[in-house]
């Protein structure tokens, strides 16, 4: 059974501390994704990486950074958290190159910034 | 600038009839789009996809519908059942690994 895996469902965080979501997949993909979900918004792209140590800007990148060392993990850093950063956290992994196929999502992570 | 749009908040189907779900797109270069139904609490589950160089790909209960010419693609679902109920989302790619979402539509199937 394929499986994207975040390191939480819940996170309780303080402005101005840096954050760490984590995300594993086990399906041997290339491409992994990071998104936010905020109501009347959808889902918007932050980063993505094509490959392990490389990464694309998405849609919304600042106030993140992303880190892909290992093919099956891809990190989501909040270098300073703030309040309009509180959101729902998804991660996704997919074949590259394909065309075609859609992405496995996590469960995703409710991150909430005091 | 949103790119991929779904103008439908919210859409209400008797359980058993079609649900029709509508896509806008703004960029000539997506090549492939998606659906995807989201329950809460969960991440999205893909549904569906259509090349650009098609305009029909059906699946079950789901067919997608793409007309370039108008840059508008649309999910139907025949006969729609109470498990139907969830947010839909519409998402396109430009080349094979950057994908883009709408803001999505809520479905609800009525009894």
């Known amino acids: 059974d394929v499986k994207v895996t975040q390191s939480s469902r819940y996170l309780v965080k303080r402005t101005g501390e840096k954050v760490f979501l984590e995300c594993v997949q086990d399906?041997?993909?290339?491409?992994m994704f990071w998104y936010r979900q905020d109501p009347g918004l959808g889902l918007r792209l932050i980063y993505f990486?094509?490959?392990?140590?490389?990464?694309e800007k998405g849609d919304i990148p600042e106030g993140y950074s992303v880190s892909r060392e290992k093919k099956e993990r891809f990190s989501l850093i909040l270098e300073s958290a703030s309040t309009n950063q509180t959101s729902m956290y998804l991660c996704?992994?997919?074949?590259?190159?394909?065309?075609?196929?859609?992405?496995?999502f996590g469960p995703g992570t409710r991150l909430t910034v005091l | 600038d949103q790119q991929v749009k779904q103008n439908s908040p919210s859409l209400s189907v008797q359980e058993g009839r079609i649900s029709i779900l509508n896509c806008d797109y703004t960029n000539s270069m997506f090549d492939y789009f998606l659906w995807y139904k989201k329950y809460p609490a969960e991440g999205p589950t893909f549904l569906i996809s259509i090349s650009s160089i098609k305009d029909k790909n059906e699946d079950g209960r789901f067919t997608v519908f793409l007309n370039k010419s108008a840059k508008h693609l649309s999910l139907h679902i025949v006969p729609s059942q109470p498990g139907d109920s969830a947010v839909y989302f519409c998402?396109?790619?430009?080349?094979?690994?950057?994908?883009?979402f709408g803001k999505g539509t809520r479905l609800h199937i009525l009894p």
């Open positions: 998402a396109a790619s430009e080349r094979d690994d950057k994908i883009i």
């Open positions: 996704a992994s997919r074949v590259g190159g394909t065309g075609g196929g859609g992405q496995f």
């Open positions: 399906m041997d993909h290339e491409n």
């Open positions: 990486s094509y490959d392990v140590k490389m990464k």
